[in-house]
């Protein structure tokens, strides 16, 4: 019976960390959806100078929210879970980090950098591929 008790809550914490992983993923998504549209929008002049600053400001303040629900994500989930959110971070980093010593290489012969924004999807989509990956080798 206890057995039964422990699956049940077992199963209950895996349901609670899956819907907080769902919703930081969707609110990262959205954030740099925002992130996007912002910089084209603004790069671009499609809005009236009046609009200017809050949607520059947009995508910093909800970046806040999207750190409080990562902390929130990462604070609750077991031991696991944050070995794998550490070792996306830290690959993540290192992938990001040897990104921008190869651009500043380049840039020395002439190969002009991209944005900051295209900068930091490499830190983003590194980190995602291998949480994804981390959490697909231990629940296989």
């Known amino acids: 019976m206890n057995s039964e008790t422990e699956a049940s809550a077992n199963g209950s914490f895996e349901r609670r960390e899956n819907r907080r992983s769902i919703i ?3 609110s990262c998504i959205g ?6 549209l912002s910089s084209y929008l603004l790069e671009n002049e499609q809005l009236s100078d009046a609009w200017s600053w809050p949607l ?3 995508p910093i303040l909800t970046a806040l929210l999207v750190y409080y629900l ?3 994500f990462y604070i609750n989930t077991d031991d696991l879970g944050r070995q794998i959110q550490n ?3 830290i690959v993540g980093f290192a992938v990001g980090v ?3 010593i190869c651009l500043m290489s380049l840039k020395n012969i002439g190969i002009a950098s991209p944005g900051v924004n295209r900068i930091f999807v490499v830190f983003v989509v590194s980190y995602s591929f291998t949480s994804a990956y981390m ?3 231990y629940k296989r």
């Open 24 to 26: 930081y993923a969707i």
């Open 98 to 100: 040897l990104y921008l």
């Open 70 to 72: 990562y902390y929130r």
């Open 56 to 58: 520059a400001l947009l």
């Open 87 to 89: 070792v996306g971070l």
């Open 31 to 36: 954030w740099a959806l925002l992130l996007n």
């Open 135 to 137: 959490v697909w080798k």
